[in-house]
């Protein structure tokens, strides 16, 4: 399943990723980096890819090279080593 988010990345190189409804403003303003990630889950191999893009027109700034990479490291090692059980996301969405 593939899934488009929006993200920030805070000051201590923490990702926060929300939905793309709510603006990159409401969740944080002093940022490194901000944009649109596409968030995709392989069941076969238990790992997450990330490919971001774009740039927050509320913060007027956008994606830094290493966001893909920061974002996904995180969600594989964070994330995913909580819960390795859990589905993600469900057929439906």
């Keep these: 399943m593939i899934k488009i ?3 920030v990345i805070n000051e201590n190189k923490i990702p926060i990723l929300f939905n793309k409804n709510i ?5 944080l ?3 490194i980096s901000a944009g649109f990630l596409i968030v995709s889950f392989d069941e076969i191999h238990g790992a997450f890819s990330v490919k ?3 740039e927050s027109s509320s913060l007027a ?3 830094a090279e290493e966001d893909s990479d920061l974002i ?3 969600l594989n090692t964070q994330l995913y080593s909580i819960k390795r059980t859990t589905k ?3 057929a439906d969405e």
């Design 5 to 7: 988010l929006k993200y």
């Design 23 to 27: 603006t990159h403003s409401e969740i």
């Design 29 to 31: 303003l002093n940022v």
């Design 52 to 54: 971001c893009f774009g």
């Design 61 to 63: 700034v956008g994606v």
């Design 72 to 74: 996904e490291h995180f």
């Design 88 to 90: 993600f996301f469900k």
